[in-house]
């Protein structure tokens, strides 16, 4: 079998919602998509940021078309088929419960890591619920819950100079169906794998491997992500 | 800076221990290890099985030489300048009690992940240490506790037609030497890279993603591992 990506569902109509879309990881997702040519709504906590980001995106080198970039508060980038969770970890909890009602049968994504820092650097805090994935889960019972995104660097998403992002997005959910979703839309952007690597019971490690990550990156003066081999 | 391997020792005269040797992974890594002309000590609880599989090493395809490949109980296996821990996560901690007398000072190199499985799959154990590198370090105070060659797949370890192993091992560990040593060794096997991935704190997560690496194994029809990319 292998890994065939010609099994995954065609996702270029797909549209793209982003919770905290003016962060760092929100833009740059944004701005991938945008380039791939998805319908990419920015959400924030001021509708005025979400849509001056958007218009910031819409304007960046490769977007396919910028009109297909809009920005409002988080609620306006509810109203999308997949919509991504690009919060802190702090606000993470608070924001999923108070979008809920919003969010019923849409494909969540949550790409949030749950890290502490202090001077010997960053370690995944303990969650109650196991994982931010598992949290959002419990908050949104009536959504399809994965989790993804965790590894990439915001720092090389939204260089345009990058022409391709060259690693592996480890997607994680029970949601079989969502979960081929999330791998297209991975797949979307140049360079990029989307890999299904277990049920959201396992999303704490992926969390945490950012730590890791961070350490390399402190190490080795580097933007590290991670490739699957032998797939 | 980036990535430098001519800062790490000439490991090419450091010994080798492998607790519980005789196991899929122990084997695994002296197989590799022989070959690349390391002096190998493999550790059984019977010293006889421990022998036995030396000899059956010592003469497989590709070994430099087998008389470097010798083998008895684990305490003959402490006798190394780095012993690695390959034994099953149930009797982990009750091993490294009984032979904490023998590995003072002694580099410790943990590659043991704690999982369950059930009808779902695998999943990452709860350690009350945190980790099983975390485990080992507190029952060695005394011994250079790493944790690497979580995610090495004994299948493609052991077979010889397989010339290089191509793939990263993650190495944790916060006395910074030990860890140089180890990255050291894992770059003796062919298309291995050892890469630093932060202190010991982190380890579990890197314990934990072997359980993500089983379930795309069993998804993808592979023997996955991780490279770590724009290192």
Known sequence: MGFDPTIL?????????L???????????????????????IGSRSAERGAQTAAEI?????????????????VYACDADVVIVTVPWAGHGDLLSSLAEHLPGKIVVDCVNPLGFDKQGPYLLPVPEGSAAQQAAALLPESRVCAAFNHVSSVLLINPQIAA?????????????????????????DGMRGIHAGRLRNA???EGLTANLIAINKRYKAHAGIRITDV
Chains 1, 2 share one sequence.
């Open 9 to 17: 569902p065609d996702v270029s109509n797909v549209t793209v919602g």
């Open 19 to 41: 919770l905290g879309g003016t962060g760092p990881q929100g833009k740059g997702l944004a701005y991938r998509l945008a380039r791939a040519g998805q319908t990419v709504r």
């Open 58 to 74: 819409g304007n960046m080198p490769g977007v396919v078309s910028g009109d297909r970039v809009s920005g409002g508060d988080n």
């Open 165 to 189: 992002m060259e690693l592996d997005v480890l997607v994680l959910g029970d949601d079989r169906e969502a979960a081929n979703v999330v791998q297209a839309l991975a797949m979307r952007i």
């Open 204 to 206: 704490a490690q992926v």
